[in-house]
């Protein structure tokens, strides 16, 4: 069966406009997930965060090494350096 040449063009331009249509979507979205702000996330400072898991209980030791930092910078951070 031979189709009309006029009625591959309509349905290949429908296609078309439905990926324009698709990537304009996504592009939207990108952009609307850029603009808002997250206001469920707050960032310390190191030596803060290094204080806080003191505070949980943890060594000077588990700190340093869930901080990647020297034993004598976490001490340091938490004012117990020796003399």
């Keep these: 069966m ?4 006029n009625q591959t063009v309509v349905q290949g331009s429908n296609a078309q406009m439905d990926a324009a249509a698709t990537r304009a979507k996504a592009a939207d979205t990108v952009q609307t997930e850029q603009i808002q702000p997250k ?3 707050v960032e ?12 949980q209980g943890l ?13 004598e910078t976490v ?9």
């Design 39 to 41: 206001t469920d996330t």
């Design 44 to 55: 310390i400072s190191v030596p803060a965060h290094a204080r806080l898991l003191r505070q």
């Design 75 to 83: 001490d340091r951070y938490l004012g117990t350096k020796p003399v």
């Design 59 to 71: 060594s000077v030791n588990e700190i340093a090494f869930r901080l990647r930092l020297d034993v």
């Design 2 to 5: 031979i189709q009309p040449i």
